[in-house]
Structure formats: C-alpha cells, structure tokens
C-alpha cells in the first residue's frame, strides 16, 4: 500500500523567514496530495492540495510543488508568522474516486519564533 | 463555516469497556470516515462509509470495530472490549469536494 514519508519532524524559523517540509510517496499511482494543518486540540484542517495533473499551486504565502517523476511534493510557507506554528501533515491517496482515503505523512512540528 | 461535530472531547473508560464515539457529519456530505491518531504518531485511516455500508477498512479495524449511521444526522465509532492501546485521538471526517475533520475525541482507556 501507499506509504508516506515527511521531513522534517521539528522544524524552527524566525518570523519572516520561509518554511519548507518535504514528502515522498511510494505509490506512482497516487493521484491527490492534500496538506493539513493541525493545532493543539483540534482536528487536522486542509491547507491546500494538489492533484496530479499540476506541478505547483499557490494561495497567498503558501504554495505546493510536485515532481511525480521523482515522488516529491513539498509544502513552502513564506514569510511565516507565530500564528503559523503548528503541526503540518502531508498525504497521498490513489483515489480511483475522489473520496478515497488519504494516508498521511508523519507530520513537521514547526515552529515560528516572534 | 459547517463543521463536522464530535462527542465527547474526552472519554476515559476501563479497559474491557466498550465505548461508543459520536460524529455529526456536515449535512450535506455523503461519505464518512474514522481515522486515529496515537500520541505523537501520524493519522491513520480506520473505515470508511457510504450509502449505509463500509466502503473500505482498514486492518486496524477489526472485529473490535463497528461503525453506523443510527439516523440521518449521527455517524458513530463503536469499540468493544477496549484494550490500552486503542487510547488515541479519533477523528471523524466527511467529503464532499474535500475532506472536513472533526476536533476529535481523545479516548483514554485505563
């Protein structure tokens, strides 16, 4: 089955700086990749996603990469903030229908220092 | 913004106990799921459910596990017999275009 592989597990950047965190996936039939964000107490929310027929998305400060060729996709958080410090989850599915499961990444733990 | 609504927070049982988790889905979304997480560990799907049927488990989900949808609204996680390593966090989530996650019930089991 899919596995999903997440780096860093802690990651730490002054205000202003940019974060990136980095996935790999196993399965080349993987065709969806969302991105979660998740806080303290609460469940994980969706930040962003891209599907496979695009190589890079972007909403405001953050953006997604993907190179299927090399099963990468990453996340890019720019000029970060305190209210950014949270735990990041990549995922993957192969959905042979939209509403497959998704199989998550380990999650980054990052934290924006005022 | 529709959330999907989980009961309780927090439960703490017995070991041996069984405990049923309760999910309020957004209304208008069709499929459901259960996933958990174990603390510091990564989300891990459980079951999904569609048109009043699992759709897919996982094998985590064992016979330790069932799921139903008693009413148009609730959507509930039932384990029997808990044991200590099922304490976790347990998120419900529903689809409609993406999926929504609930805030969780953390399950302690003593």
């Known amino acids: 089955g899919e596995n999903v592989e997440q780096h860093p597990s802690t990651l730490s950047v002054q205000e202003g700086d940019s974060a990136v965190i980095k996935c790999t996936y196993s399965?080349?039939?993987?065709?969806?990749f969302p991105w979660y964000k998740q806080e303290l107490g609460k469940g994980p929310q969706l930040i962003i996603d891209?599907?496979?027929?695009?190589g890079e998305k972007k909403d405001q400060r953050i953006a997604v990469t993907l190179n299927k060729t090399a099963k990468h996709f990453s996340l890019h958080i720019t000029e970060t903030q305190p209210e950014d410090s949270a735990v990041y989850f990549c995922?993957?599915?192969?959905?042979?229908?939209?509403?497959?499961?998704?199989?998550f990444g380990p999650g980054t733990s990052l934290s924006v220092i005022p | 913004e529709p959330e999907v609504t989980q009961t309780p927070s927090h439960q703490v049982t017995q070991m041996g106990q069984e405990v049923i988790l309760r999910c309020v889905p957004i209304?208008?979304?069709?499929?459901f799921y259960w996933y958990r997480q174990i603390l510091g560990q990564k989300v891990e799907f459980l079951v999904s459910?569609?048109?009043?049927?699992?759709?897919?488990k996982s094998e985590i989900f064992d016979d330790q596990f069932s799921v139903e949808r008693p009413d148009g609204s609730n959507f509930t996680l039932k384990i029997r017999s808990t044991k200590l390593e099922d304490s976790a966090m347990y998120f419900c989530?529903?689809?409609?275009?993406?999926?929504?996650f609930g805030s969780g019930t953390r399950l302690t089991v003593v």
């Open positions: 209304s208008n979304h069709l499929y």
């Open positions: 459910f569609y048109n009043n049927e699992i759709s897919e």
């Open positions: 399965d080349s039939a993987s065709n969806y």
């Open positions: 989530a529903s689809f409609a275009g993406g999926y929504t």
């Open positions: 891209i599907r496979s027929n695009v």
């Open positions: 995922a993957a599915s192969w959905a042979k229908t939209s509403y497959d499961k998704v199989i």
